[in-house]
Nanobody
Framework: QVQLVESGGGSVQAGGSLRLSCTASGYTFVDNFVGWFRQAPGKEREGVAAIYFGGGITSVADSVKGRFTVSKDNAKNTVYLQMNSLKPEDTAVYYC?????????????????WGQGTQVTVSS
């Protein structure tokens, strides 16, 4: 059974940083693309960043470009989302998702496996 687990969420003041991690059990990210999504109350799920685990190609949403970075650690089978200069509007539940292939899509319906999410709260 594939399980994706996010960690690293929490509460931070505006301007602060957090690093989210996404690990998988029963699954390897090799030859997968892994994405980060977020959903705030009353809003649609938004693609934030994605990475092709095999080659490192990334895609980052314009809304977070220059502040968020997606990276990976092959040895740990882990994908990270480094979030800097956080703003109150970044407050949301953040999810990681994965699927096989080489795309770095930010469309949520392109992903098969999902984690349970981790809360990020940014206060002003």
């Amino acid at each position: 059974q594939v399980q994706l687990v996010e960690s690293g969420g929490g509460s931070v003041q505006a301007g602060g940083s957090l690093r989210l991690s996404c690990t998988a059990s029963g699954y390897t990210f090799v030859d997968n693309f892994v994405g980060w999504f977020r959903q705030a109350p009353g809003k649609e799920r938004e693609g934030v960043a994605a990475i092709y685990f095999g080659g490192g190609i990334t895609s980052v949403a314009d809304s977070v470009k220059g502040r968020f970075t997606v990276s990976k650690d092959n040895a740990k089978n882990t994908v990270y989302l480094q979030m800097n200069s956080l703003k109150p509007e970044d407050t949301a539940v953040y999810y990681c998702a994965a699927d096989s292939g080489r795309s770095v899509t930010l469309r949520w319906d392109d992903y098969k496996y999902w984690g349970q999410g981790t809360q990020v709260t940014v206060s002003s």
